[in-house]
């Protein structure tokens, strides 16, 4: 499966990230969506249309005296961030605390965990890497992980569903996170500690990475043989899915992966839906099923602005369609463009 979950693993690498990187002058590349048939194009969005709120990144839910802001992030840097920053400033100076996946506690527990809790990335006793995959595919993945700075003794002991996702980022945007950039959940954090508002994790630090446990061996194996088909147009994936998210187009990433699966994996229709459907239960609704209570229990207290990736707010099971079952009515809110 060439992009199934590739885009997926984006929302959780940015945190998670293995060693640093060259940090090159500028990511560029090219938008895969635009490079699609017209005709394509427009069917695409016709199948992320009958997704819940399938299009905007910024919204108010409002039961009662009850109201959250929500705002979906990119978890890089972009100057079109600073347009965002300027919009959310009346939200932030409403809000009583701003709700995030990791705030600084979760980050400084993250690095420390990195030393101290080495199961959480690496496999410390049975068969590595180059054990488990194909001569070729280890080969392959080693030379990727080497253009990424990671040593291939050190790759070989990664569990596999850490090496794929090390592998969905481009050299460059891995080089921009060792080099301190911040997405727009980072800036909106220290916009927030320069207000003295309180900033609160929605969960725990490992809670995404202890979800992959549950993922089977197998599976684990498939993502490394599916990022290896795309690690070497990353920042073409980077590309595409900047593209939608600053049209706030959310739910259109989730058809444009889907989409670029059925054409270049070779995989039939089935298996790349039961991929697709795997990765969004385990990474996304699950996850928006565990923030709800915290966001719901915050929100009794008085405003609140919460801000996560951009693609747990569209779909059935997304953050947006769970406030509403909820009771909340929800509003899209303008951003400049």
Same mark, same amino acid.
């Given at each position: 499966?060439?992009? +199934?979950?590739?885009?997926?693993?984006?929302?959780?690498?940015?945190?998670?990230?293995? +060693?640093?990187?060259?940090?090159?002058?500028?990511?560029?590349?090219?938008? %895969?969506?635009?490079?699609?048939?017209?005709?394509?194009?427009?069917?695409?969005?016709?199948?992320?249309?009958?997704?819940?709120?399938?299009?905007?990144?910024?919204?108010?839910?409002?039961?009662?005296?009850?109201?959250?802001?929500?705002?979906?992030?990119?978890?890089?840097?972009?100057?079109?961030?600073?347009?965002?920053?300027?919009?959310?400033?009346?939200?932030?100076?409403?809000?009583?605390? %701003?709700?995030?996946?990791?705030?600084?506690?979760?980050?400084?527990?993250?690095?420390?965990?990195?030393?101290?809790?080495?199961?959480?990335?690496?496999?410390?006793?049975?068969?590595?890497?180059?054990?488990?995959?194909?001569?070729?595919?280890?080969?392959?993945?080693?030379?990727?992980?080497?253009?990424?700075?990671?040593?291939?003794?050190? +790759?070989?002991?990664?569990?596999?569903?850490?090496?794929?996702?090390?592998?969905?980022?481009?050299?460059?945007?891995?080089?921009?996170?060792?080099?301190?950039?911040?997405?727009?959940?980072?800036?909106?954090?220290?916009?927030?500690?320069?207000?003295?508002?309180?900033?609160?994790?929605?969960?725990?630090?490992?809670?995404?990475?202890?979800?992959?446990?549950?993922?089977?061996?197998?599976?684990?194996?498939?993502?490394?043989?599916?990022?290896? %088909?795309?690690?070497?147009?990353?920042?073409?994936?980077?590309?595409?899915?900047?593209?939608?998210?600053?049209?706030?187009?959310?739910?259109?990433?989730?058809?444009?992966?889907?989409?670029?699966?059925?054409?270049?994996?070779?995989?039939?229709?089935?298996?790349?839906?039961?991929?697709?459907?795997?990765?969004?239960?385990?990474?996304?609704?699950?996850?928006?099923?565990?923030?709800?209570?915290?966001?719901?229990?915050?929100?009794?207290?008085?405003?609140?602005?919460?801000?996560?990736?951009?693609?747990?707010?569209?779909?059935?099971?997304?953050?947006?369609?769970? %406030?509403? +079952?909820?009771?909340?009515?929800?509003?899209?809110?303008?951003?400049?463009?």
């Amino acid at each position: 499966m060439r992009t +199934a979950r590739s885009l997926l693993c984006r929302i959780v690498v940015a945190t998670c990230l293995c +060693a640093p990187a060259p940090a090159l002058a500028l990511c560029v590349g090219e938008n %895969l969506f635009d490079a699609l048939a017209p005709s394509v194009q427009t069917e695409l969005r016709a199948r992320a249309a009958e997704a819940p709120f399938a299009e905007g990144l910024y919204w108010r839910a409002e039961r009662g005296d009850a109201r959250i802001t929500l705002i979906g992030t990119f978890h890089f840097d972009d100057p079109r961030h600073v347009e965002t920053l300027a919009a959310l400033a009346p939200a932030l100076a409403e809000a009583r605390a %701003l709700l995030v996946e990791a705030g600084p506690a979760e980050e400084a527990a993250l690095q420390a965990a990195m030393v101290e809790r080495l199961d959480l990335f690496f496999v410390p006793n049975g068969p590595t890497l180059p054990e488990r995959l194909s001569a070729s595919d280890w080969q392959r993945l080693s030379d990727a992980m080497r253009i990424r700075g990671v040593p291939a003794f050190f +790759a070989a002991k990664f569990k596999p569903w850490y090496a794929a996702m090390t592998l969905s980022l481009s050299p460059c945007a891995l080089g921009e996170v060792a080099a301190g950039q911040k997405g727009l959940d980072g800036q909106l954090i220290a916009a927030a500690d320069a207000r003295g508002l309180p900033v609160r994790a929605l969960e725990p630090f490992d809670a995404a990475l202890t979800l992959f446990d549950l993922v089977s061996e197998t599976d684990q194996l498939d993502l490394i043989r599916a990022a290896l %088909l795309t690690a070497s147009a990353a920042d073409d994936y980077t590309a595409t899915l900047a593209g939608a998210y600053f049209a706030e187009e959310t739910r259109l990433i989730w058809e444009f992966t889907r989409h670029d699966a059925l054409a270049n994996s070779g995989l039939d229709a089935e298996v790349v839906d039961a991929q697709l459907r795997l990765g969004e239960e385990y990474l996304l609704e699950r996850r928006n099923r565990a923030w709800l209570a915290p966001i719901l229990a915050e929100a009794a207290e008085g405003p609140v602005l919460v801000a996560i990736g951009a693609l747990h707010l569209p779909g059935q099971g997304g953050l947006l369609a769970l %406030l509403q +079952a909820e009771g909340f009515r929800l509003t899209r809110l303008a951003l400049p463009r």
